[in-house]
């Protein structure tokens, strides 16, 4: 990757190799990820009957499909099939909020050279893609 923001590019490096792909190595951070965004009850509640092994899969998809927007600024027709999944099973656009903090909670966790300016620089690459798809949700427009 090359991208105006090199604390998030470091801290992706750490974290899941030099190739913005997202390869199964990664399974443990997906894992704890879960294990905090399932902390608040409606997040539980739309996962109770959810693969979670299935579902740590497509969050290592989708967050690769995140910093794709956000490297590119183009959505993909997967970044746009993930915003129609979200708008049909009802998430609801609040619940983005406990998506990242479970991320960059998870980030300080596995990234050992993790301080505020990473986890700020996390943000400001997951912002794109994020509001992408809230803004599906809300208009069903891509």
């Known amino acids: 990757m090359s991208l105006p923001n090199p604390r998030f590019e470091s801290s992706y490096e750490r974290l899941f190799g ?3 792909a997202v390869g199964e ?20 509640g739309l996962f109770s009957r959810v693969d979670m092994r299935r579902q740590a899969q497509m ?3 989708s967050l690769f499909q995140l910093a794709s927007y956000y490297v590119l600024g183009d959505a993909s027709a997967e970044l746009k099939r ?6 049909r099973v009802g998430l609801q656009p609040g ?21 505020e ?7 400001w ?17 891509t």
């Open 18 to 20: 030099d190739n913005i």
């Open 25 to 44: 190595e990664a399974d443990p951070f997906f894992v704890a990820f879960y294990e905090r965004f399932l902390r608040d009850p409606a997040v539980a």
């Open 59 to 61: 969050v290592r998809k």
């Open 82 to 87: 993930i915003a129609a999944l979200h708008r």
């Open 95 to 115: 619940m983005f909020d406990a998506w990242m903090a479970a991320l960059l909670e998870t980030v300080r966790q596995f990234d050992p050279e993790c301080d």
């Open 117 to 123: 300016a990473t986890l700020l620089a996390w943000g």
């Open 125 to 141: 690459a997951m912002a794109p893609g994020i509001t992408y798809i809230r803004l599906h949700m809300e208009t069903g427009n």
